[in-house]
């Protein structure tokens, strides 16, 4: 069974950037695809990005590509989140995830199989 925290959370002004950070333990993330995913107020959980067991595939919503970058660092067992010209619209909890399938294309939330309890963003304009 491998826990998910996200940290690196907080308010940030628009324009300015922040970085997530998702450490896993009980289990290595070598063995997953990792993804971020985000919900705002009222609002379903959507798909962010992606990235692939091996690291060298990755995919992004098309909201943030460009602005965001997932990264992983499979000897810290971390995962990580950079958000560049953030918008008030980025403002949600971002939660971190592992799936079992290995590409990394999964953007659906029943694909992946463990999730952290999220951290929230606040960009103010």
């Known amino acids: 069974q491998v826990q998910l925290v996200e940290s690196g959370g907080g308010l940030v002004q628009a324009g300015g950037s922040l970085r997530l950070s998702c450490a896993a333990s009980?289990?290595?993330?070598?063995?997953?695809?990792m993804a971020w995913f985000r919900q705002a107020t009222g609002k379903e959980r959507e798909f962010i990005a992606s990235?692939?067991?091996?690291?060298?595939?990755?995919y992004y919503a098309s909201s943030v590509k460009g602005r965001f970058t997932i990264s992983r660092d499979n000897a810290k067992n971390t995962v990580y989140l950079q958000m560049n010209s953030v918008k008030p619209e980025d403002t949600a909890v971002y939660y971190c995830?592992?799936?079992?399938?290995?590409?990394?294309?999964?953007?659906?939330?029943?694909?992946?199989?463990?999730w952290g309890q999220g951290t929230q963003v606040t960009v103010s304009s």
């Open positions: 009980g289990g290595t993330i070598s063995n997953y695809a």
């Open positions: 990235i692939s067991l091996s690291g060298g595939v990755t």
């Open positions: 995830a592992a799936s079992r399938h290995p590409t990394g294309s999964v953007r659906y939330t029943s694909g992946y199989d463990y």
